[in-house]
């Protein structure tokens, strides 16, 4: 986020959903829309999200961050979920592993809801464990499935 203090500033301003979409379309450069009085961003071809059980979310994190890869991630309750660049799909065979492994890559079209508050919990019941900066690179989506592959939860997978 830019300038500390004037984020801050703005972010108080904040009371709509329709506030939080600009301020999420121009502070982030996020395609976001308002639906059902949720700001919602949509899986594209340019931009995919991959959930995580957390007990994997931390590892993958630390992973990433050791070879210089950050990015966006949403935390709620039982699933993390990063951001990301849908460089290629996973095929049927890997697709099948990740089910097992209750990680989930929502299909274009669908959308998953961003919070209206940058505090810890907000009434989608989720907060931004690192938030998005304009102009983030986001990780490739296969660099983020290939870490939580290896990394494993510790349960024995």
């Known amino acids: 986020m830019r300038g500390g203090k004037e984020a801050a500033v703005n972010v108080e301003k904040l009371r709509t959903v329709d506030d939080w ?23 594209t071809g340019r931009l995919c999200v991959i959930h995580l059980p ?5 590892k993958v994190r630390a992973a990433l961050e050791q070879h210089g890869m950050r990015g966006p991630m949403l935390a709620r ?16 065979q890997v697709l099948e592993v990740l089910n097992r492994l209750d990680i989930g890559i929502p299909a274009i079209g669908s959308a998953v809801m961003l919070p209206t508050g940058l505090g810890r919990w907000t009434r989608e019941g989720c907060y931004w464990v690192a938030a998005p900066s304009h102009g983030d690179t986001l990780p490739p989506l296969s660099v983020i499935i290939t870490t939580a592959l290896a990394v494993g939860a510790g349960g024995g997978d």
């Open 54 to 58: 957390t007990t994997r979310t931390e």
């Open 77 to 92: 309750q039982i699933r993390w979920s990063f951001l990301a660049e849908p460089d290629s799909r996973p095929g049927a």
């Open 21 to 43: 979409v600009a301020y999420y379309r121009h502070e982030f450069g996020l395609p976001v829309t308002e639906r059902g009085g949720f700001v919602m961003l949509p899986i």
